[in-house]
């Protein structure tokens, strides 16, 4: 069966620091996948999804950046964390078809103080 | 572009009654709907979805959603709601196509359950 890995799972940086999340999928080849940010009363926000290694697209402008180094490997990064940047991340996958379910890791809920 | 609206952010019931959850999309062509479930710090769990065919469609843990078209509408029901009910629900709508299975979620209803 096919399982989604988040680490961390609690992260505080200060502000202007570096951050890197990493979500890793078990059990699956060729997976879509994607990166959300959830503030609170804020729903979810699409940040990031990846149909294949290296191929990422952003769906809001703003201070983060991700890569797909490996198949089954999805890094979210910033170099300098703002204030705003707070918040729960999480890393969801499909199989690539057209009608897909995605699926949902355990998340990261980060501080930037 | 798709959109989705949850017209209620918080929902108090009693255990034991019943629940309804309102969902409403835009979307231009038939929408894939989902409706997932998220418990404090965790991430999200999927209750049920609508791709096509039967109308009602039944979940996880005595979940069932109704696709209504002319409404544009997937409201979430329960019969009987237990405590451990008590989560954030969030539906979400998706293109389906060249959309390469992007979700668009609504803002989400937090479920108070009182015993």
């Known amino acids: 069966s096919q399982t989604i890995h988040q680490w961390p799972a609690t992260l505080v940086q200060p502000v202007g620091s570096p951050l890197s999340l990493e979500c890793t999928v078990e059990g699956t080849s060729n997976p879509n996948l994607y990166w959300y940010r959830q503030a609170a009363g804020r729903g979810l926000q699409l940040l990031f999804y990846s149909v294949g290694i290296g191929q990422i697209s952003s769906e809001v402008p703003q201070n983060l950046s991700a890569s797909r180094p490996q198949d089954r490997q999805f890094i979210l990064s910033s170099k300098k964390l703002l204030l705003s940047d707070s918040g729960f991340y999480l890393c969801?996958?499909?199989?690539?078809?057209?009608?897909?379910?995605?699926?949902f890791g355990p998340g990261t809920r980060l501080t930037v103080l | 572009a798709q959109s989705v609206t949850q017209p209620d952010i918080h929902i108090t019931v009693s255990e034991g009654a019943s629940l309804e959850l309102r969902c409403n999309y835009s979307y231009g062509a038939t929408p894939y709907l989902f409706w997932y479930v998220q418990s404090p710090g965790q991430g999200l769990q999927l209750l049920l979805k609508y791709f096509s065919g039967d109308t009602l469609v039944q979940g996880i843990k005595g979940f069932e959603a109704e696709f209504k078209r002319s409404q544009s509408s997937f409201n979430l029901r329960k019969p009987s709601v237990h405590w451990s009910d008590a989560a954030e629900y969030f539906c979400a709508v998706g293109a389906g196509g060249t959309s390469y299975g992007k979700l668009t979620f609504g803002q989400g209803t937090i479920l108070t359950v009182h015993p």
């Open positions: 969801a996958w499909n199989g690539g078809g057209l009608t897909d379910t995605q699926y």
